[in-house]
T-cell receptor, first 111, second 114 residues
Framework: GESVGLHLPTLSVQEGDNSIINCAYS??????FIWYKQESGKGPQFIID?????DKRQGQRVTVLLNKTVKHLSLQIAATQPGDSAVYFC??????????FGAGTRLFVKA | NAGVTQTPKFRVLKTGQSMTLLCAQD?????MYWYRQDPGMGLRLIHY???????AKGEVPDGYNVSRLKKQNFLLGLESAAPSQTSVYFC?????????????FGEGSRLTVL
């Protein structure tokens, strides 16, 4: 079906390379940050999260880095695979009830 | 488990018509949310609910109403649809005692208003 996010920033990487997706957040009061992955035609899926008292957290093939000084978040994907092709959203939580999403970045993985 | 289920998945409306989107979750989650997704704009929060019988406004509530009569269901209503409401709508839920941002999403409902 038709894709959402037709005018998103795009990152194109070669299969096997590492990917770095960046995100800037605006609310200095946010204390919880999340990365979501959205494949075409599906809802977003949780990847990894980090609290503001941490600056790095690792998962399986993914690492999230948080720089509170410049309000910057990044998602690193190691050994990128074709199945990683998707739109990636960073999100911030400001008080438990609401999660606010960024605009997203589209990742293309070239075989 | 079914998780979060949205119905209908696709709908075409004429301007001025009304409709209701249904979201159902079988995970006993307390919090439920409705987002809309438009090209290049990510997901924007329309309304949310922190429990049965409660609702609250999000970022873009105008033109929408919601109801949470049962814990497992969260309904999004459009009383008089406008072309600006053409979008993909996502429902999400989260456990009250779970991680503060780990939302579980439905597959989306694509609405076109002519």
């Amino acid at each position: 079906g038709e894709s959402v996010g037709l005018h998103l920033p795009t990152l194109s990487v070669q299969e096997g390379d590492n990917s770095i997706i960046n995100c800037a957040y605006s609310n200095s009061a946010s204390d919880y940050f999340i990365w979501y992955k959205q494949e075409s035609g599906k809802g977003p899926q949780f990847i990894i999260d980090i609290r503001s008292n941490m600056d790095k957290r690792q998962g399986q093939r993914v690492t999230v880095l948080l720089n509170k000084t410049v309000k910057h978040l990044s998602l690193q994907i190691a050994a990128t695979q074709p199945g990683d092709s998707a739109v990636y959203f960073c999100a911030e939580n400001t008080g438990g009830f609401k999660t606010i999403f960024g605009a997203g970045t589209r990742l293309f993985v070239k075989a | 488990n079914a998780g979060v289920t949205q119905t209908p998945k696709f709908r075409v409306l004429k301007t001025g018509q009304s409709m209701t989107l249904l979201c159902a979750q079988d995970m006993n989650h307390e919090y439920m949310y409705w987002y809309r997704q438009d090209p290049g704009m990510g997901l924007r929060l329309i309304h949310y609910s922190v429990g049965e019988g409660t609702t609250a406004k999000g970022e873009v509530p105008d033109g929408y109403n919601v109801s949470r009569l049962k814990k497992q269901n969260f309904l999004l209503g459009l009383e008089s649809a406008a072309p600006s409401q053409t979008s993909v709508y996502f429902c999400a839920s989260i456990m009250r005692q779970g991680k503060a941002g780990e939302l579980f999403f439905g597959e989306g409902s694509r609405l076109t208003v002519l």
